[in-house]
C-alpha cells in the first residue's frame, strides 16, 4: 500500500509517474470506503483526486498555498496532508470536517465552504506576500470549479488580479457539472473550448509527434510545450481569460498524471496571474458516481457495488423541501404568475418538481444568490410572483439584495429558506443559524416559521397573496403531519397551543414540536405552562402578545437560531420586559449530526425543560 507512507506532500516527490497513479487508485478507493458509511462529497471528490496530487507534487504546502473552492472537493487533499488515519471519521461530530478547515492542518489556509471566493482569497495572500517580502517566497493556487465559476464574486477576483498583475495560479477544474448541469454563457463557452475540433486534431498531432521525438526529460519537451502553449493563442479563445489578465493554459487532461505534471511544472515556471483550465470526470474511478453525478454530488452512505442508498423508510414520510417542493407546484398550477427561482440548487431545495412540471417557469441562474435575488426582484417588479429557494447560509451572500432590490422596492418576492437552522454534518460553514438575526430588522419583510407539514403549505400559501416581501424559514428535518385542528393562519398572529400558570414557552418553527413535548415532561412533575406556536418573527401582533406576557410568569422563547439578536430579543423588546431566550449560542457551531448538535445546545424536549425546570426553582 503506497497510501501508508503518505504523511505528507514531501512523500510524493520520491515517488515515480506510475506510482503516483496507483496511489491515484488508493486514495479513490479509500474515499469511496470511507463515504459510504460517513456520507459526503465523493463525486467532485474523486474527480479531483489526480489534480491534488499533481498540484501537491509541484507545490510545497503548506509553505505553497492551495485554495480549494467550496472544498467540498478536497478529500484527496485531506488525505495526503496527513489526514488519512483520521479520515474514517469524516464528517462525525469531533472528526474531520468534510470541507478544508484551518484548526485541522496548516495545509488549509482558510476554513471553507462557500463557492466563489478562491481567487479573492488567493489574491489577497498574493499581495501580502508581495508587501512584505519574506526572504522565502511562497506560491499561492486557487483551485476553482466551472460551476463556482458562475458566482460574479469569482469575476471579482480574476477581474482584480488580472489588474494587479500578481503572481497567482487559478486552476479552473471543468466537469460541466455544478451540482446538477452546469448553467449560463461562461459555462457554454468552456464546453466550446473543451472540444474544440481544430485545436484538439492540432494538439493531439503535436502530443504525438514530441512523445515519438522527443526524448524524456529533455531541454526540447520545455521547448515544444512553450511553442504549443504559445501557438494555442491562434486555435482557442481562451482569450477571454487573456482579455482579463491571465495567461491561459489548458484544456489539460486532468487524470492523466504522465502530461499534467510535467506541464503543471512549466506553468508554475512562469510567473504573474496564469489559468491552467484541466478538464476531469465527476465520480471518476466509481462507476455508480460517474454515471449519476448528481445524486453522488453530496450523498448519505450508500452500498458500494451497487452505489444504492439505504432504502427510504416511510414514503409517506416528508422532508420540509419536499413539502415545499410539492406545494410550490401546486400553488403554481393555480396561479400562472408563479416563477422559480435557485442558484444552483435545484434538487437541495425541492424545485426539481418544478423545474419539470413548468421548465418555461423556472430558473436556475448559477451560484449566484445576490443575482438571483435582484432577478427576482426584477421579475416581480414586471408583475410576477417569484419565489427563491434557497438554503438559509447562501443566502447570506445576497444580503445587500434583500434590503435594497426587494424590501425597499416592497416587491412581492417569496424566500423559502430551507435548512434554515442546524444542517448537521455540512458544518460550520453551512449551518443556517444567522438567518432570523439578519432578517428581522429589515422593514416591511415578512418573516414566518412553521411547525409542520401543514403550515408550511398554508404560509406558502398566504405569502402568494399578501403581494409584499416574505421569508418563510423552515429546517433541514422530517416534517410532522398537519396539527388537523391547527388555527387559520392570520398574518402576525400566534397560535396558542396550550394553557397553564406556571410558564410560558413562545416557540418558534421547528421548536414549537419540542417545546409541546417540554411542556409534557414538565407536566408530568407539576408544572403547568402555556405553549405558544409563534408562527411569526414579524410582524407580531403586539396585542396578542402582550396579553400573552400579561398573563406569564416566566417567559421562555426558544428558537432554532443564534440567540443574540434573534426572535426572543425580539419578543422581549416588544413586550418591553426580560425573557429567557434558548437558542444556539454566540458560537460558530460545527459538524455532526442534527439530533446530536441540537441536544448539546439544549433544544431537545429534555433540554428545553431541564432549562425551565432550572428557572422554575
Ligand atoms: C455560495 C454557495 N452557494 C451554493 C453552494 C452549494 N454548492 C456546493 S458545491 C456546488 C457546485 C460546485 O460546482 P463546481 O464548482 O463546478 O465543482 P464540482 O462539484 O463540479 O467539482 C454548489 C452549488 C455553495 N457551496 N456556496
Known amino acids: 500500500m503506497l497510501l501508508e507512507k503518505i504523511n505528507s506532500p514531501q512523500d510524493l516527490k520520491q515517488l515515480s509517474i506510475e506510482d503516483l497513479t496507483f496511489l491515484a487508485a488508493e486514495i479513490r478507493r479509500r474515499i469511496i470506503e470511507v463515504v459510504s458509511r460517513t456520507g459526503g462529497h465523493i463525486a467532485s471528490s474523486l474527480g479531483a483526486v489526480d489534480l491534488t496530487i499533481a498540484l501537491h507534487y509541484c507545490l510545497n504546502s503548506p509553505k505553497d498555498k492551495i485554495i480549494f473552492d467550496v472544498g467540498h472537493q478536497a478529500y484527496a487533499h485531506k488525505i495526503l496532508t496527513g489526514r488519512n488515519k483520521d479520515f474514517d471519521s469524516l464528517r462525525q461530530f469531533s472528526g474531520l470536517s468534510g470541507f478544508p478547515c484551518k484548526e485541522e492542518s496548516v495545509h488549509d489556509a482558510f476554513t471553507t465552504g462557500h463557492s466563489s471566493n478562491a481567487v479573492s482569497l488567493a489574491l489577497g495572500l498574493a499581495c501580502a506576500r508581495d508587501c512584505l517580502q519574506p526572504q522565502d517566497y511562497f506560491r499561492v493556487a486557487a483551485v476553482i470549479g ?10 471579482e477576483g480574476l477581474n482584480n488580479a488580472g489588474h494587479l498583475k500578481k503572481d497567482i495560479l487559478v486552476v479552473l477544474n471543468t466537469n460541466e457539472l455544478s451540482i446538477a448541469p452546469n448553467v449560463g454563457a461562461i459555462s457554454t463557452y ?10 484538439n486534431r492540432f494538439k493531439d498531432s503535436l502530443d504525438k509527434f514530441i512523445e515519438s521525438r522527443v526524448p524524456k526529460g529533455s531541454r526540447l519537451l520545455k521547448i515544444a510545450n512553450r511553442f504549443e502553449e504559445n501557438l494555442k493563442g491562434f486555435f482557442v479563445p481562451g482569450m477571454l481569460f487573456e482579455e482579463l489578465g491571465f495567461r491561459y493554459f489548458g484544456p489539460l487532461d486532468g487524470h492523466n498524471l504522465g502530461t499534467l505534471i510535467p506541464r503543471l511544472k512549466n506553468i508554475m515556471e512562469i510567473k504573474g496571474p496564469r489559468l491552467v483550465h484541466v478538464v476531469t470526470r465527476k465520480g471518476k474511478g466509481y462507476p455508480p458516481a460517474e454515471e449519476d453525478p448528481v445524486k453522488f454530488h453530496g450523498v448519505g452512505g450508500f452500498d458500494i457495488p451497487t452505489g444504492k442508498s439505504p432504502c427510504k423508510k416511510d ?12 406545494k410550490i407546484v401546486e400553488i403554481a398550477q393555480k396561479d400562472p404568475k408563479v416563477v422559480a427561482i435557485t442558484a444552483a440548487m435545484p434538487e437541495g431545495t425541492g424545485l426539481d418538481k418544478f423545474r419539470e412540471s413548468f421548465p418555461g417557469r423556472f430558473f436556475d441562474v448559477g451560484i449566484a444568490e445576490g443575482h438571483a435575488l435582484c432577478f427576482a426582484a426584477g421579475f416581480a417588479a414586471g408583475g410576477f410572483k417569484p419565489v427563491v429557494a434557497v438554503y438559509s447560509t447562501f443566502l447570506q451572500r445576497a444580503y445587500d439584495q434583500i434590503i435594497e432590490d426587494i424590501a425597499l422596492q416592497g416587491l412581492p418576492v417569496v424566500l423559502a429558506i430551507d435548512r434554515a437552522g442546524i444542517v448537521g454534518e455540512d458544518g460550520v460553514t453551512h449551518q443556517g443559524i444567522f438567518d432570523i438575526t439578519f432578517l428581522k430588522n429589515i422593514p416591511g419583510l415578512t ?24 421569508a418563510i424559514r423552515y429546517p433541514r428535518a422530517i416534517a410532522c403531519e398537519p396539527d388537523v385542528s391547527a388555527a387559520p393562519l392570520k398574518l402576525g398572529e400566534p397560535e396558542i397551543l396550550r394553557n397553564g400558570q406556571d410558564f410560558t414557552i413562545i416557540a418558534l418553527g421547528s421548536m414549537v414540536a419540542p417545546s409541546l413535548a417540554a411542556a409534557d415532561i414538565l407536566s408530568k412533575q407539576g408544572f403547568k405552562g402555556t405553549v405558544v406556536n409563534a408562527r411569526f418573527v414579524k410582524p407580531l401582533d403586539e396585542n396578542i402578545l402582550n396579553k400573552i406576557g400579561q398573563q406569564a410568569k416566566i417567559i421562555f422563547t426558544v428558537e432554532e437560531g443564534i440567540i443574540d439578536g434573534g426572535f426572543g430579543s425580539r419578543v422581549s423588546e416588544i413586550l418591553s420586559r426580560p425573557v429567557v431566550r434558548l437558542g444556539l449560542p454566540d458560537e460558530f457551531i460545527p459538524h455532526g449530526h442534527r439530533e446530536l448538535l441540537l441536544e448539546k445546545a439544549g433544544l431537545t424536549a429534555e433540554g428545553i425543560s431541564a432549562s425551565i425546570r432550572g428557572h422554575l426553582k
Open 315 to 326: 414514503s409517506a414520510v416528508r422532508t420540509y423541501t419536499q413539502v415545499f417542493g410539492d
Open 447 to 470: 418573516i414566518m416559521a412553521p411547525k409542520d407539514a401543514g403550515e408550511l403549505e398554508a404560509m406558502l400559501e398566504l405569502s402568494f397573496t399578501l403581494n409584499k416581501p416574505v
Open 190 to 199: 468552456l464546453n466550446k473550448l473543451i472540444s474544440l475540433p481544430v485545436y
Open 146 to 155: 466551472d460551476g463556482s465559476l458562475s458566482g460574479g464574486l469569482c469575476f
